[in-house]
């Protein structure tokens, strides 16, 4: 906070509100009075304005300020997860059985001699049951990248939220 105090004007009696960084300047009274502003030790001796009156002013300034980094900290955060969210890739699709129980069920459902093919072709040559292809890698990867972006993306906006709720319930600190 600024330290200011009151200079009282010896020709008319009206009092100015002096900081001690002015000291040596002069000011010109509304009576036109030219005050000669003393030393920074002498105008500490003045009678200071109460720090009440003084630090009102920063300290909602700085409480609004906390509760607007916040809220920008939390969009600014939020945006990127939002949009990440929004353009998810489709996951690919495929035709082959995804586990062992689907592929046992259809190969029930088909004349022996397919399913003997079938289970050649695509089960055991090229493995389609168990293992994923490359476009489904492809996605898994993307997918796992994206979860980890948006939780920090979220983590980041609830931060921020949280700092603008400190700012909001921000109490007058005491000096
Ligand atoms: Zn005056």
Not at 26 to 43: A, K, N, S, Y
Not at 129 to 134: E, F, M, Q, T, V
Not at 144 to 167: D, H, K, P, Q
Request: hydrophobic share 40%; net charge negative.
């Amino acid at each position: 906070m600024i330290e200011k105090y009151l200079l009282p004007c010896p020709q008319c009696k009206a009092t100015h509100e002096i900081q001690p960084s002015q000291a040596g300047s002069t000011l010109v009274c509304d009576c036109g009075e030219h005050l000669e502003l003393p030393t920074i030790r002498q105008i500490r001796q003045l009678e200071p304005i109460s720090a009440a009156t003084v630090s009102e002013q920063p300290e909602w300034s700085a409480r609004k300020g906390t509760i607007l980094a916040g809220i920008c900290l939390a969009l600014l955060s939020a945006t990127p997860g939002v949009y990440w969210v929004a353009t998810w890739p489709n996951q690919p699709t495929r035709d082959v059985p995804r586990s062992i129980e689907q592929a046992t069920q259809l190969i029930g459902e088909m004349p022996v001699d397919r399913s003997w093919l079938y289970w050649y072709n695509e089960i055991d040559i090229r493995g389609l049951a168990y293992s994923l292809s490359s476009e489904e890698v492809e996605y898994q990867q993307l997918a796992e990248r994206r979860t980890m972006f948006c939780y920090a993306s979220f983590a980041g906006a609830a931060v921020g939220l949280m700092i603008a709720l400190g700012g909001a319930f921000m109490g007058p600190t005491t000096q």
